[in-house]
Protein backbone atom coordinates (compact mmCIF):
# COMPACT_ATOMS: atom_id res chain seq x y z
CA UNK A 1 0.00 0.00 0.00
CA UNK A 2 2.83 2.73 1.21
CA UNK A 3 4.48 1.75 -2.82
CA UNK A 4 1.55 2.32 -4.13
CA UNK A 5 1.00 5.70 -2.68
CA UNK A 6 4.76 6.41 -3.35
CA UNK A 7 3.88 5.92 -6.86
CA UNK A 8 0.42 7.79 -6.92
CA UNK A 9 2.49 10.49 -5.38
CA UNK A 10 4.78 10.81 -8.26
CA UNK A 11 2.37 10.76 -10.99
CA UNK A 12 0.76 13.43 -9.16
CA UNK A 13 3.31 15.40 -9.05
CA UNK A 14 4.34 14.61 -12.79
CA UNK A 15 1.39 15.90 -14.38
CA UNK A 16 1.21 18.63 -12.23
CA UNK A 17 4.63 19.65 -13.60
CA UNK A 18 3.50 18.91 -17.25
CA UNK A 19 0.43 20.88 -16.82
CA UNK A 20 2.83 24.05 -16.36
CA UNK A 21 5.08 23.50 -19.05
CA UNK A 22 4.51 25.18 -22.69
CA UNK A 23 2.37 23.53 -24.81
CA UNK A 24 5.51 22.72 -27.71
CA UNK A 25 8.89 23.91 -28.24
CA UNK A 26 10.05 26.97 -30.25
CA UNK A 27 8.70 26.92 -33.68
CA UNK A 28 10.04 30.18 -35.03
CA UNK A 29 13.23 32.53 -34.46
CA UNK A 30 9.71 35.51 -33.82
CA UNK A 31 9.26 33.55 -30.49
CA UNK A 32 13.15 35.11 -29.54
CA UNK A 33 13.47 38.24 -27.16
CA UNK A 34 16.47 39.92 -28.02
CA UNK A 35 16.04 42.46 -25.91
CA UNK A 36 15.70 40.39 -23.09
CA UNK A 37 19.14 38.90 -23.61
CA UNK A 38 20.97 35.94 -26.13
CA UNK A 39 23.18 33.76 -26.55
CA UNK A 40 26.71 34.30 -27.57
CA UNK A 41 28.65 31.12 -28.28
CA UNK A 42 28.89 27.83 -27.44
CA UNK A 43 31.84 25.43 -25.99
CA UNK A 44 33.32 23.50 -27.34
CA UNK A 45 33.76 24.20 -30.48
CA UNK A 46 34.29 19.98 -31.10
CA UNK A 47 31.56 17.84 -31.20
CA UNK A 48 30.00 16.40 -28.02
CA UNK A 49 28.46 12.95 -27.69
CA UNK A 50 25.31 12.94 -25.30
CA UNK A 51 26.47 12.63 -21.72
CA UNK A 52 28.84 15.60 -22.25
CA UNK A 53 29.49 19.11 -20.94
CA UNK A 54 28.33 21.91 -22.70
CA UNK A 55 28.53 25.55 -21.61
CA UNK A 56 26.11 28.66 -23.31
CA UNK A 57 27.66 31.73 -22.59
CA UNK A 58 25.27 35.05 -23.14
CA UNK A 59 23.28 37.53 -20.85
CA UNK A 60 19.82 37.97 -19.50
CA UNK A 61 19.77 34.28 -18.57
CA UNK A 62 18.08 35.45 -15.33
CA UNK A 63 17.74 33.05 -11.94
CA UNK A 64 16.45 29.53 -12.35
CA UNK A 65 14.18 28.59 -9.65
CA UNK A 66 11.36 26.60 -8.58
CA UNK A 67 7.62 28.21 -8.30
CA UNK A 68 5.00 27.41 -6.34
CA UNK A 69 1.73 27.98 -9.34
CA UNK A 70 -0.95 29.09 -7.22
CA UNK A 71 -4.28 26.93 -7.47
CA UNK A 72 -7.90 27.59 -9.23
CA UNK A 73 -9.33 30.73 -9.62
CA UNK A 74 -11.61 29.37 -6.71
CA UNK A 75 -8.97 28.78 -4.61
CA UNK A 76 -7.36 31.98 -4.99
CA UNK A 77 -10.53 33.82 -4.58
CA UNK A 78 -11.44 32.19 -1.51
CA UNK A 79 -7.68 33.47 -0.25
CA UNK A 80 -6.12 29.60 0.50
CA UNK A 81 -3.05 29.08 -0.93
CA UNK A 82 -2.47 25.89 -2.29
CA UNK A 83 0.21 24.79 -4.80
CA UNK A 84 -1.26 23.52 -8.30
CA UNK A 85 2.11 22.79 -9.49
CA UNK A 86 5.90 22.95 -9.08
CA UNK A 87 7.85 24.38 -11.71
CA UNK A 88 11.43 25.50 -12.82
CA UNK A 89 10.75 29.44 -14.35
CA UNK A 90 13.64 28.34 -17.37
CA UNK A 91 14.84 25.50 -19.13
CA UNK A 92 16.97 25.21 -22.26
CA UNK A 93 15.57 23.98 -25.02
CA UNK A 94 17.29 22.10 -27.85
CA UNK A 95 15.65 22.46 -31.08
CA UNK A 96 16.38 20.52 -34.40
CA UNK A 97 17.02 23.49 -37.96
CA UNK A 98 16.29 21.29 -41.60
CA UNK A 99 15.59 22.98 -44.29
CA UNK A 100 15.19 26.47 -42.81
CA UNK A 101 11.74 24.48 -40.61
CA UNK A 102 12.20 24.46 -36.61
CA UNK A 103 11.29 21.41 -34.85
CA UNK A 104 11.34 21.13 -31.13
CA UNK A 105 13.27 18.00 -29.95
CA UNK A 106 14.40 18.18 -26.26
CA UNK A 107 14.66 19.94 -23.35
CA UNK A 108 17.41 20.19 -20.15
CA UNK A 109 15.75 20.86 -16.96
CA UNK A 110 17.15 21.78 -13.40
CA UNK A 111 17.77 18.41 -11.73
CA UNK A 112 18.01 16.59 -15.32
CA UNK A 113 20.61 18.11 -17.29
CA UNK A 114 21.39 21.76 -15.86
CA UNK A 115 24.76 21.67 -13.70
CA UNK A 116 25.00 25.40 -12.87
CA UNK A 117 23.09 28.31 -14.12
CA UNK A 118 24.03 32.05 -13.91
CA UNK A 119 23.02 35.09 -15.55
CA UNK A 120 25.63 34.65 -18.09
CA UNK A 121 26.47 31.26 -18.37
CA UNK A 122 24.50 27.71 -18.32
CA UNK A 123 26.69 24.41 -17.87
CA UNK A 124 24.50 21.21 -18.73
CA UNK A 125 25.31 17.82 -19.98
CA UNK A 126 23.58 16.30 -23.22
CA UNK A 127 20.85 14.29 -22.56
CA UNK A 128 20.91 10.97 -23.32
CA UNK A 129 17.34 10.89 -24.69
CA UNK A 130 18.44 13.02 -27.73
CA UNK A 131 19.25 10.90 -30.23
CA UNK A 132 15.44 8.46 -29.06
CA UNK A 133 14.27 11.82 -30.26
CA UNK A 134 15.71 12.54 -33.21
CA UNK A 135 14.41 9.44 -34.07
CA UNK A 136 11.04 10.25 -33.76
CA UNK A 137 11.44 13.06 -36.31
CA UNK A 138 13.35 10.90 -38.59
CA UNK A 139 10.68 9.19 -38.95
CA UNK A 140 8.85 12.07 -40.03
CA UNK A 141 11.08 14.59 -41.53
CA UNK A 142 14.17 11.89 -43.01
CA UNK A 143 17.30 11.27 -41.87
CA UNK A 144 19.49 14.04 -39.75
CA UNK A 145 22.02 15.47 -41.63
CA UNK A 146 24.60 16.60 -39.01
CA UNK A 147 26.83 18.28 -42.43
CA UNK A 148 23.47 20.36 -42.96
CA UNK A 149 21.02 20.34 -40.33
CA UNK A 150 21.42 21.74 -36.99
CA UNK A 151 20.93 21.66 -33.52
CA UNK A 152 20.50 24.80 -31.49
CA UNK A 153 20.03 26.13 -27.90
CA UNK A 154 17.03 28.47 -26.72
CA UNK A 155 16.32 29.25 -22.81
CA UNK A 156 12.48 29.21 -22.59
CA UNK A 157 11.42 32.03 -19.90
CA UNK A 158 8.18 31.14 -18.13
CA UNK A 159 5.50 33.80 -18.12
CA UNK A 160 5.30 33.90 -13.44
CA UNK A 161 4.00 36.91 -12.50
CA UNK A 162 4.53 36.74 -8.19
CA UNK A 163 1.46 36.92 -5.87
CA UNK A 164 0.91 37.34 -2.02
CA UNK A 165 3.72 37.31 0.70
CA UNK A 166 6.52 34.33 0.25
CA UNK A 167 6.63 32.21 3.04
CA UNK A 168 9.61 32.31 5.45
CA UNK A 169 12.44 31.03 3.99
CA UNK A 170 15.68 31.75 1.67
CA UNK A 171 14.08 29.70 -0.81
CA UNK A 172 12.03 31.43 -3.60
CA UNK A 173 10.34 27.98 -4.23
CA UNK A 174 7.88 28.93 -1.80
CA UNK A 175 6.72 32.35 -3.53
CA UNK A 176 2.71 31.71 -5.30
CA UNK A 177 3.04 32.69 -8.60
CA UNK A 178 0.43 32.96 -11.50
CA UNK A 179 1.35 31.09 -14.90
CA UNK A 180 0.93 33.55 -17.16
CA UNK A 181 0.74 33.32 -21.05
CA UNK A 182 3.52 35.55 -22.31
CA UNK A 183 6.66 33.17 -22.34
CA UNK A 184 9.50 33.61 -24.46
CA UNK A 185 12.78 32.50 -25.42
CA UNK A 186 16.15 33.88 -25.43
CA UNK A 187 18.29 33.13 -28.54
CA UNK A 188 21.59 33.66 -30.61
CA UNK A 189 20.76 35.82 -33.83
CA UNK A 190 20.27 34.18 -35.75
CA UNK A 191 19.37 31.21 -34.17
CA UNK A 192 21.29 29.38 -36.25
CA UNK A 193 24.44 30.47 -34.33
CA UNK A 194 23.68 28.92 -31.46
CA UNK A 195 23.95 25.67 -32.65
CA UNK A 196 26.59 22.99 -31.11
CA UNK A 197 28.25 20.09 -33.07
CA UNK A 198 26.93 16.66 -32.26
CA UNK A 199 28.58 13.23 -32.20
CA UNK A 200 26.25 10.61 -32.50
CA UNK A 201 26.52 6.89 -30.95
CA UNK A 202 25.67 5.49 -34.23
CA UNK A 203 26.06 5.56 -38.26
CA UNK A 204 23.66 3.15 -39.37
CA UNK A 205 20.52 1.28 -38.02
CA UNK A 206 20.76 -2.08 -36.75
CA UNK A 207 18.14 -4.83 -38.10
CA UNK A 208 16.94 -7.91 -36.44
CA UNK A 209 16.34 -10.96 -38.52
CA UNK A 210 14.37 -14.25 -37.75
CA UNK A 211 15.57 -17.46 -39.62
CA UNK A 212 14.88 -18.04 -42.88
CA UNK A 213 11.73 -20.41 -43.68
CA UNK A 214 11.89 -23.41 -44.95
CA UNK A 215 12.41 -23.47 -48.75
CA UNK A 216 9.24 -23.58 -51.00
CA UNK A 217 8.47 -25.94 -53.82
CA UNK A 218 9.14 -22.60 -56.19
CA UNK A 219 12.96 -22.51 -54.50
CA UNK A 220 12.34 -19.57 -52.11
CA UNK A 221 12.46 -18.64 -48.87
CA UNK A 222 11.36 -15.78 -46.64
CA UNK A 223 12.39 -14.17 -43.45
CA UNK A 224 11.37 -11.63 -41.65
CA UNK A 225 13.48 -8.36 -40.71
CA UNK A 226 12.60 -5.41 -38.04
CA UNK A 227 14.91 -2.30 -37.17
CA UNK A 228 16.24 -2.99 -33.92
CA UNK A 229 18.16 0.54 -33.67
CA UNK A 230 16.43 3.44 -35.78
CA UNK A 231 19.74 5.84 -36.26
CA UNK A 232 18.54 9.25 -37.24
CA UNK A 233 21.51 10.08 -38.50
CA UNK A 234 21.44 7.03 -41.17
CA UNK A 235 19.61 5.31 -43.45
CA UNK A 236 20.70 1.26 -42.91
CA UNK A 237 17.78 -0.58 -45.84
CA UNK A 238 16.65 -3.70 -44.52
CA UNK A 239 18.52 -6.88 -45.01
CA UNK A 240 17.18 -8.91 -47.99
CA UNK A 241 13.98 -11.29 -46.85
CA UNK A 242 13.50 -13.18 -50.06
CA UNK A 243 16.30 -15.32 -51.81
CA UNK A 244 16.36 -18.30 -53.91
CA UNK A 245 17.13 -21.81 -52.40
CA UNK A 246 17.23 -25.48 -53.72
CA UNK A 247 14.16 -26.76 -52.55
CA UNK A 248 14.45 -30.66 -50.84
CA UNK A 249 11.92 -32.37 -50.62
CA UNK A 250 10.99 -33.79 -47.22
CA UNK A 251 10.29 -37.45 -46.32
CA UNK A 252 6.70 -38.24 -45.54
CA UNK A 253 5.78 -39.19 -42.70
CA UNK A 254 2.04 -39.97 -42.88
CA UNK A 255 -0.56 -41.67 -45.49
CA UNK A 256 -4.00 -41.81 -46.64
CA UNK A 257 -4.88 -44.86 -48.63
CA UNK A 258 -6.88 -46.79 -50.59
CA UNK A 259 -9.43 -49.39 -49.43
CA UNK A 260 -7.13 -53.33 -49.76
CA UNK A 261 -7.68 -55.03 -52.66
CA UNK A 262 -9.06 -59.01 -52.62
CA UNK A 263 -6.95 -61.16 -51.88
CA UNK A 264 -4.82 -62.64 -54.50
CA UNK A 265 -4.37 -66.96 -54.45
CA UNK A 266 -1.04 -66.11 -53.83
CA UNK A 267 -2.15 -64.86 -49.92
CA UNK A 268 -1.40 -61.74 -50.82
CA UNK A 269 -3.83 -57.89 -50.97
CA UNK A 270 -2.45 -54.45 -51.63
CA UNK A 271 -3.17 -51.03 -51.56
CA UNK A 272 -2.49 -47.68 -53.04
CA UNK A 273 -1.59 -44.17 -51.50
CA UNK A 274 -4.14 -41.59 -52.07
CA UNK A 275 -2.38 -38.60 -50.59
CA UNK A 276 1.16 -38.45 -48.57
CA UNK A 277 1.98 -35.89 -45.56
CA UNK A 278 3.94 -32.94 -45.56
CA UNK A 279 2.45 -32.26 -48.82
CA UNK A 280 5.20 -32.18 -51.75
CA UNK A 281 7.18 -35.05 -49.51
CA UNK A 282 8.99 -38.07 -51.19
CA UNK A 283 9.66 -41.57 -49.85
CA UNK A 284 9.22 -42.41 -46.34
CA UNK A 285 8.09 -46.34 -45.93
CA UNK A 286 4.23 -46.51 -46.35
CA UNK A 287 2.43 -49.97 -45.90
CA UNK A 288 1.33 -51.13 -49.63
CA UNK A 289 1.18 -54.70 -49.22
CA UNK A 290 0.16 -57.24 -46.34
CA UNK A 291 -0.48 -60.99 -46.16
CA UNK A 292 -4.03 -62.29 -46.37
CA UNK A 293 -6.13 -65.69 -46.76
CA UNK A 294 -6.98 -66.12 -49.76
CA UNK A 295 -11.21 -67.02 -50.20
CA UNK A 296 -12.36 -68.10 -54.13
CA UNK A 297 -14.70 -65.54 -55.70
CA UNK A 298 -18.51 -65.99 -55.08
CA UNK A 299 -21.06 -67.45 -57.38
CA UNK A 300 -24.69 -67.63 -57.15
CA UNK A 301 -24.84 -71.16 -54.98
CA UNK A 302 -22.97 -69.66 -52.32
CA UNK A 303 -25.60 -67.78 -50.84
CA UNK A 304 -28.47 -69.43 -48.55
CA UNK A 305 -31.62 -66.79 -48.48
CA UNK A 306 -34.89 -67.06 -46.37
CA UNK A 307 -38.02 -66.76 -47.96
CA UNK A 308 -39.37 -63.03 -48.34
CA UNK A 309 -41.39 -61.68 -45.70
CA UNK A 310 -44.97 -60.51 -45.79
CA UNK A 311 -45.45 -57.35 -47.55
CA UNK A 312 -45.46 -54.18 -45.27
CA UNK A 313 -48.80 -52.36 -45.63
CA UNK A 314 -46.65 -49.60 -44.32
CA UNK A 315 -43.64 -49.37 -46.55
CA UNK A 316 -44.43 -51.83 -49.70
CA UNK A 317 -41.37 -53.64 -48.98
CA UNK A 318 -40.55 -57.08 -47.93
CA UNK A 319 -37.11 -59.16 -47.14
CA UNK A 320 -35.26 -61.60 -46.01
CA UNK A 321 -32.15 -62.69 -44.67
CA UNK A 322 -29.33 -63.88 -46.74
CA UNK A 323 -25.83 -65.82 -45.59
CA UNK A 324 -22.62 -67.47 -47.10
CA UNK A 325 -22.68 -71.51 -47.20
CA UNK A 326 -18.98 -71.03 -47.72
CA UNK A 327 -15.78 -68.73 -46.90
CA UNK A 328 -15.74 -66.61 -50.26
CA UNK A 329 -14.68 -62.91 -51.54
CA UNK A 330 -15.74 -61.00 -54.48
CA UNK A 331 -17.30 -62.81 -57.06
CA UNK A 332 -21.11 -62.86 -57.44
CA UNK A 333 -22.92 -60.15 -55.07
CA UNK A 334 -24.65 -60.98 -52.13
CA UNK A 335 -28.32 -61.60 -53.30
CA UNK A 336 -30.90 -58.55 -52.58
CA UNK A 337 -32.97 -59.11 -49.16
CA UNK A 338 -35.23 -55.60 -49.68
CA UNK A 339 -37.57 -55.62 -52.93
CA UNK A 340 -40.56 -53.04 -53.84
CA UNK A 341 -43.95 -55.27 -53.18
CA UNK A 342 -47.74 -54.66 -53.52
CA UNK A 343 -49.46 -55.53 -50.22
CA UNK A 344 -52.46 -58.03 -50.31
CA UNK A 345 -54.53 -58.66 -47.05
CA UNK A 346 -54.26 -61.63 -45.44
CA UNK A 347 -58.02 -63.88 -46.32
CA UNK A 348 -60.30 -64.64 -43.68
CA UNK A 349 -63.64 -66.07 -43.54
CA UNK A 350 -65.60 -63.00 -44.68
CA UNK A 351 -63.27 -62.83 -47.76
CA UNK A 352 -65.88 -65.54 -49.44
CA UNK A 353 -69.00 -65.62 -50.46
CA UNK A 354 -70.78 -69.21 -51.23
CA UNK A 355 -73.74 -70.02 -52.93
CA UNK A 356 -76.40 -72.22 -51.42
CA UNK A 357 -75.73 -76.37 -51.33
CA UNK A 358 -77.43 -78.43 -54.37
CA UNK A 359 -79.89 -81.20 -54.06
CA UNK A 360 -78.29 -84.46 -52.74
CA UNK A 361 -77.24 -86.60 -55.64
CA UNK A 362 -77.61 -89.84 -56.27
CA UNK A 363 -73.91 -90.64 -55.14
CA UNK A 364 -74.40 -88.93 -51.85
CA UNK A 365 -72.90 -85.79 -52.70
CA UNK A 366 -74.02 -81.92 -53.00
CA UNK A 367 -71.95 -78.92 -54.30
CA UNK A 368 -71.99 -75.54 -54.36
CA UNK A 369 -69.93 -72.37 -55.79
CA UNK A 370 -67.40 -70.59 -53.47
CA UNK A 371 -65.46 -66.88 -54.42
CA UNK A 372 -63.61 -64.18 -53.41
CA UNK A 373 -65.13 -61.13 -52.72
CA UNK A 374 -61.66 -58.90 -51.91
CA UNK A 375 -58.56 -59.61 -53.14
CA UNK A 376 -56.40 -61.95 -50.56
CA UNK A 377 -53.41 -64.38 -50.03
CA UNK A 378 -53.00 -66.97 -47.28
CA UNK A 379 -55.39 -66.86 -44.47
CA UNK A 380 -58.58 -68.87 -44.23
CA UNK A 381 -58.53 -70.63 -47.72
CA UNK A 382 -61.83 -70.91 -49.33
CA UNK A 383 -65.02 -73.05 -47.74
CA UNK A 384 -65.87 -76.34 -48.89
CA UNK A 385 -67.50 -76.79 -52.33
CA UNK A 386 -68.12 -80.42 -51.83
CA UNK A 387 -70.39 -82.51 -49.40
CA UNK A 388 -72.10 -85.49 -47.88
CA UNK A 389 -75.35 -85.82 -48.19
CA UNK A 390 -78.28 -88.52 -47.63
CA UNK A 391 -80.16 -89.13 -50.83
CA UNK A 392 -83.92 -89.60 -50.95
CA UNK A 393 -85.19 -90.97 -54.53
CA UNK A 394 -87.99 -88.69 -55.90
CA UNK A 395 -91.67 -90.78 -55.59
CA UNK A 396 -93.58 -92.24 -58.38
CA UNK A 397 -97.15 -91.80 -60.02
CA UNK A 398 -97.23 -95.60 -59.20
CA UNK A 399 -96.70 -94.95 -55.61
CA UNK A 400 -98.73 -91.56 -54.66
CA UNK A 401 -101.39 -92.04 -52.53
CA UNK A 402 -104.31 -88.78 -51.55
CA UNK A 403 -103.62 -87.16 -48.58
CA UNK A 404 -105.63 -88.05 -45.85
CA UNK A 405 -108.42 -85.13 -45.42
CA UNK A 406 -107.06 -83.99 -42.24
CA UNK A 407 -103.52 -83.30 -43.69
CA UNK A 408 -105.40 -81.65 -46.58
CA UNK A 409 -106.96 -79.35 -43.87
CA UNK A 410 -103.71 -78.81 -42.06
CA UNK A 411 -101.92 -77.94 -45.13
CA UNK A 412 -104.60 -75.55 -46.17
CA UNK A 413 -104.80 -73.75 -42.85
CA UNK A 414 -101.30 -73.17 -43.11
CA UNK A 415 -102.01 -71.16 -46.26
CA UNK A 416 -103.39 -68.78 -44.34
CA UNK A 417 -102.92 -65.41 -42.78
CA UNK A 418 -101.65 -66.71 -39.09
CA UNK A 419 -104.77 -64.89 -37.43
CA UNK A 420 -106.93 -66.79 -39.53
CA UNK A 421 -106.01 -70.11 -38.86
CA UNK A 422 -107.40 -71.13 -35.37
CA UNK A 423 -110.92 -69.87 -36.89
CA UNK A 424 -110.56 -72.42 -39.32
CA UNK A 425 -109.47 -75.18 -37.17
CA UNK A 426 -112.61 -74.61 -34.99
CA UNK A 427 -114.77 -74.92 -38.07
CA UNK A 428 -112.95 -77.61 -39.46
CA UNK A 429 -113.88 -79.66 -36.68
CA UNK A 430 -116.95 -79.29 -36.70
CA UNK A 431 -117.80 -80.41 -40.11
CA UNK A 432 -115.60 -83.55 -40.24
CA UNK A 433 -118.58 -85.11 -41.50
CA UNK A 434 -118.65 -83.09 -44.73
CA UNK A 435 -117.30 -84.91 -48.05
CA UNK A 436 -113.40 -84.22 -49.00
CA UNK A 437 -114.69 -82.61 -52.35
CA UNK A 438 -117.01 -80.12 -50.37
CA UNK A 439 -114.39 -79.44 -47.57
CA UNK A 440 -111.99 -78.66 -50.37
CA UNK A 441 -113.69 -76.33 -52.37
CA UNK A 442 -114.55 -74.29 -49.07
CA UNK A 443 -110.57 -73.79 -48.51
CA UNK A 444 -110.35 -72.77 -52.33
Same mark, same amino acid.
Given at each position: MK??F??L???F ?15 S??E???S?G?IM??LP #? ?5 G??I???G?GF?EL???C @??G ?7 G ?12 VD ?6 GE????D??Q?NA?I?S ?5 I??SI %??T?ELS ?5 D? !???I?L? +? ?10 D????G??I?G ?8 I?G?A?YYI? #?N ?5 SF???P????D????SD?N????E ?10 L?CP?? $?????I?T????Y??P??T ?5 N?NTC ?8 T ?6 V? =?V??N %????QSC??A?? =? ?8 D??S??? !?Y???? /??CS +??L???G ?6 T????T?V ?8 ? =??S ?5 S $?S?Q???C ?6 E?G??S ?5 S????P???L??R ?5 E????L??AR !?PK????R?R? @??KH??? !???N /?? /??IW?
Amino acid at each position: MKKQFTILLILFFAFGLLKALPASAIISSGECNYSKGGIMSILP #ATAVSAGQTIVINGSGFGELFKAC @IWGSDAVRNSGGKICDSWIYNKYVDISLLKNGEIYGTDSVQKNAGIISWTDTKIELSI %PNTLELSLSGKKDQ !LGVIDLA +KDALVFSIHVADLTPVGNSISGPDKAYQYYIYGSADYYIC #ANPLSSGSFLYNPSCNADIWGCSDWNSCSLEGQQTRNCSRTLNCPFA $NTPSPITTQSCDYVPPACTSWTYSNWNTCSVSGQQTRTIISSFPVG =CVGGN %PTLTQSCTYAPP =CNATNWDCTDWSSCSI !LYGKQT /RQCS +KKLNCEGGVAEPATSQSCTYVPTCSFYSWS =CGSWSSCSS $NSTQIRSCSKISSCEGGTQSPATTQSCTYTPACSLAHRREPSQEVVIELMIAR !LPKQRRQRHRN @IAKHQTN !LSYN /RQ /RKIWE
